[in-house]
């Protein structure tokens, strides 16, 4: 059974720390991205990478970053943490092409205290 | 400003009824996937709409393609309590979901 597998299911942080959130997905997927969820909101794209070593940014990336060195690993690094960074964060991978749908992990329930 | 919007947000019925959710853009997509994400588990794909009218079955659901592939439907038939879930939209291309259709369905 194909999968994406996220290190973490519950995280509680301290303010100001750095937090790595782990990726890893054994598909051979060329794309993987980070979405955050939060209710009302829906998911919201932080960052993407189409490619190894390769990361664009999404429609809220700010106070996140991402590192990509491996195909099938896509890590998700909060710089600072702060408390409006408590959040479920999702992690999918999906074959090349647009129209190939995504497959997501169980997801990290991040909270910054 | 959300490219996606699906309604209801919120939908409580009972076992057995039919119903229906939307997903409308306006903004044209090469492609349209639903999702189902249970508490505390990611979103797990049902089905990828790609044709401009296109009509997909999945047991009960059916999932529906508007003409000008700017929105979709999907339509459950004597819904279960298993149907209980979240529902998202997602467009192809722009890697944007919907806000999500919280589903209930009470025995």
């Known amino acids: 059974d194909v999968k994406v597998t996220q290190s973490s299911r519950y995280l509680v942080k301290r303010t100001g720390e750095k937090v790595f959130l782990e990726c890893v997905q054994d598909?051979?997927?060329?794309?993987m991205f980070w979405y955050r969820q939060d209710p009302g909101l829906g998911l919201r794209l932080i960052y993407f990478?189409?490619?190894?070593?390769?990361?664009e940014k999404g429609d809220i990336p700010e106070g996140y970053s991402v590192s990509r060195e491996k195909k099938e690993r896509f890590s998700l690094i909060l710089e600072s943490a702060s408390t409006n960074q408590t959040s479920m964060y999702l992690c999918?991978?999906?074959?090349?092409?647009?129209?190939?749908?995504?497959?997501f992990g169980s997801g990290t329930r991040l909270t910054v205290v | 400003t959300q490219l996606l919007e699906q309604s209801p947000q919120f939908l409580s019925i009972q076992e057995g009824e039919n119903l229906t959710v939307y997903c409308n853009s306006s903004?044209?997509?090469?492609?349209l996937q639903w999702y189902r994400q249970e508490p505390g588990e990611g979103p797990v794909l049902l089905v990828t709409v790609v044709t401009g009218g296109e009509v997909k079955k999945l047991k009960r659901l059916t999932f529906q393609f508007g003409d000008a592939r700017k929105d979709s439907s999907l339509h459950i038939t004597a819904a279960q309590t298993g149907d209980t879930g979240l529902y998202l939209c997602a467009g192809a291309g722009r890697l944007v979901f919907g806000q999500g259709t919280r589903l209930t369905i009470n025995p």
């Open positions: 598909m051979d997927h060329e794309n």
């Open positions: 990478s189409y490619d190894v070593k390769m990361k």
């Open positions: 999918a991978s999906r074959r090349g092409g647009a129209n190939y749908g995504y497959t």
């Open positions: 903004s044209v997509f090469s492609s």
